[in-house]
Nanobody
Framework: QVQLQESGPGLVKPSQTLSLTCTVSGDSITSSYVFWAWIRQPPGKGLEWIGAIIYSGNTYYSPSLKSRASISRDTSKNQVTLHVSSVIPEDTAVYYC???????????WGQGTQVTVSS
């Protein structure tokens, strides 16, 4: 059974950097044909794709967040990390870590973590 657990601060001040970690169990983050992605859902809005890191270590981002988002991994800890710099109140959302199987789609979700951007 694959499990994903997001962790990080629930409150971030404007202009600071949001940092979240996804700890994966039941699978390796270097497994072939699997991506590890971040998705968020602002209050009252739909899901928004942030970006992903694939098994090779390459990363891909949504054009709207590419300038501020960064995804990395620690293979020794089987963790994927998201950083979003220069946050604004509109970055307030529930952030999800998900597993994406190539040519199949999302098959596992973390429980999500609420992040609020406020002074």
């Amino acid at each position: 059974q694959v499990q994903l657990q997001e962790s990080g601060p629930g409150l971030v001040k404007p202009s600071q950097t949001l940092s979240l970690t996804c700890t994966v169990s039941g699978d390796s983050i270097t497994s072939s044909y699997v991506f590890w992605a971040w998705i968020r859902q602002p209050p009252g809005k739909g899901l928004e794709w942030i970006g992903a890191i694939i098994y090779s270590g390459n990363t891909y981002y949504s054009p709207s967040l590419k300038s501020r988002a960064s995804i990395s991994r620690d293979t020794s800890k089987n963790q994927v990390t998201l950083h979003v710099s220069s946050v604004i109140p509109e970055d307030t959302a529930v952030y999800y870590c998900v597993r994406v199987v190539d040519r199949v789609g999302v098959d596992y979700w973390g429980q999500g973590t609420q992040v609020t951007v406020s002074s």
